[in-house]
């Protein structure tokens, strides 16, 4: 009696723990399993029921996880977390299971976190990316300095070892303690992502002219990076980390250039004219960043040359805007860059 007792537990022992191999390695995740998926290519953009067919959720603060969130970085909606005010520690993931087959060997998606609370100068929370159970992209790592900026990102699985017939399990998390918002959109498993040309006047080298003499121009961000960003003690008084467009002016000495910015949606406008690309904060000659609209300068120039006038935003401003005033220079074609010349400049 006692031998078959002790074999009937080796038997349950056994049994537990071949079924708990098909779950998430350890207690940060949610121990439901998974339901595989078998689409191919496989595409997630948060549009319909939340969390998604086949996705789970793994909640340490109910009241702080993901959860679906309008505007998304694609579409009209995201995977989002806010962060809890009272600082209650948080770990929420959101998981799916996936078989990989040929050319699905890359993992994209688009993201955004804060810079200011994620990494500098406050590490509070960090959001990554895990592929049964191990980092493969984290916002904190990945070197960007973007606040609550969507940018589009590329994983290989292939390098973390993953092959074609495996059947993988991917999480979202978010981890920490008064962090910010953050979100994930547009997950997709397939070939390797590969970014659109920039539009011109994303760059400086595709900067777009401003007209001689009284001038007023219609522009949107929406689409475009953030090249030129400016720390705090800029010209403008402010940092300035939105996403920015380039125009650009021929001034000679004594020329007078004024201009204003007018948002939709009154987003806190940031201006600046600098004369060197590689340096915006160091060669700024003239800015502001009036809240929440209507930045406003006159530059009387000193030195004649090219200057680069950036439409930018306090931190993750986007959408229509008009700039006008009055540009005592000229403009004439800038030198032309081909695609493949700039394309390292696209972030």
């Given at each position: 009696?006692?031998?078959?007792?002790?074999?009937?537990?080796?038997?349950?022992?056994?049994?537990?723990?071949?079924?708990?191999?098909?779950?998430?390695?350890?207690?940060?995740?949610?121990?439901?399993?998974?339901?595989?998926?078998?689409?191919?290519?496989?595409?997630?953009?948060?549009?319909?029921?939340?969390?998604?067919?086949?996705?789970?959720?793994?909640?340490?603060?109910?009241?702080?996880?993901?959860?679906?969130?309008?505007?998304?970085?694609?579409?009209?909606?995201?995977?989002?977390?806010?962060?809890?005010?009272?600082?209650?520690?948080?770990?929420?993931?959101?998981?799916?299971?996936?078989?990989?087959?040929?050319?699905?060997?890359?993992?994209?998606?688009?993201?955004?976190?804060?810079?200011?609370?994620?990494?500098?100068?406050?590490?509070?929370?960090?959001?990554?990316?895990?592929?049964?159970?191990?980092?493969?992209?984290?916002?904190?790592?990945?070197?960007?300095?973007?606040?609550?900026?969507?940018?589009?990102?590329?994983?290989?699985?292939?390098?973390?070892?993953?092959?074609?017939?495996?059947?993988?399990?991917?999480?979202?998390?978010?981890?920490?303690?008064?962090?910010?918002?953050?979100?994930?959109?547009?997950?997709?498993?397939?070939?390797?992502?590969?970014?659109?040309?920039?539009?011109?006047?994303?760059?400086?080298?595709?900067?777009?002219?401003?007209?001689?003499?009284?001038?007023?121009?219609?522009?949107?961000?929406?689409?475009?990076?953030?090249?030129?960003?400016?720390?705090?003690?800029?010209?403008?008084g402010y940092s300035a980390t939105g996403l920015d467009v380039v125009y650009y002016t021929i001034l000679e000495v004594?020329?007078?250039?004024?201009?204003?910015?007018?948002?939709?949606?009154?987003?806190?406008?940031?201006?600046?004219?600098?004369?060197?690309?590689?340096?915006?904060?160091?060669?700024?000659?003239?800015?502001?960043?009036?809240?929440?609209?209507?930045?406003?300068?006159?530059?009387?120039?000193?030195?004649?040359?090219?200057?680069?006038?950036?439409?930018?935003?306090?931190?993750?401003?986007?959408?229509?805007?008009?700039?006008?005033?009055?540009?005592?220079?000229?403009?004439?074609?800038?030198?032309?860059?081909?695609?493949?010349?700039?394309?390292?400049?696209?972030?």
């Amino acid at each position: 009696m006692k031998r078959m007792l002790i074999i009937v537990l080796a038997l349950l022992v056994i049994s537990s723990v071949a079924f708990a191999g098909k779950m998430l390695p350890d207690a940060k995740f949610s121990t439901e399993p998974y339901a595989p998926m078998s689409s191919r290519e496989y595409t997630e953009g948060f549009e319909g029921a939340f969390p998604p067919a086949g996705w789970t959720q793994g909640i340490t603060n109910a009241g702080y996880t993901w959860h679906q969130y309008t505007p998304g970085g694609e579409g009209s909606y995201c995977a989002n977390c806010f962060y809890d005010p009272a600082l209650v520690p948080q770990l929420e993931t959101l998981c799916f299971s996936h078989t990989l087959v040929l050319d699905e060997l890359h993992l994209s998606f688009l993201a955004m976190s804060s810079y200011y609370w994620g990494v500098d100068p406050y590490a509070n929370y960090d959001i990554y990316v895990t592929v049964d159970g191990g980092v493969v992209w984290s916002f904190r790592a990945d070197g960007t300095t973007n606040n609550y900026i969507w940018d589009p990102y590329d994983v290989d699985l292939a390098a973390f070892g993953f092959i074609v017939g495996q059947t993988v399990d991917i999480c979202l998390v978010y981890e920490g303690s008064d962090g910010a918002q953050a979100g994930f959109d547009a997950i997709k498993i397939g070939e390797a992502y590969v970014p659109p040309p920039p539009p011109d006047g994303d760059v400086c080298e595709t900067a777009l002219p401003i007209p001689s003499d009284a001038f007023s121009i219609d522009g949107s961000n929406v689409g475009f990076a953030n090249d030129y960003p400016l720390a705090s003690g800029s010209c403008t008084g402010y940092s300035a980390t939105g996403l920015d467009v380039v125009y650009y002016t021929i001034l000679e000495v004594g020329d007078e250039f004024t201009v204003t910015m007018d948002t939709v949606g009154d987003w806190d406008d940031s201006i600046y004219l600098i004369t060197d690309c590689a340096d915006p904060f160091g060669s700024c000659v003239a800015g502001d960043d009036a809240y929440p609209d209507m930045s406003t300068f006159t530059y009387i120039a000193t030195e004649a040359g090219t200057y680069y006038l950036i439409v930018s935003a306090y931190s993750s401003g986007t959408g229509d805007y008009t700039i006008f005033g009055f540009n005592g220079g000229a403009t004439t074609p800038v030198e032309e860059s081909s695609w493949g010349s700039i394309k390292a400049l696209y972030r």
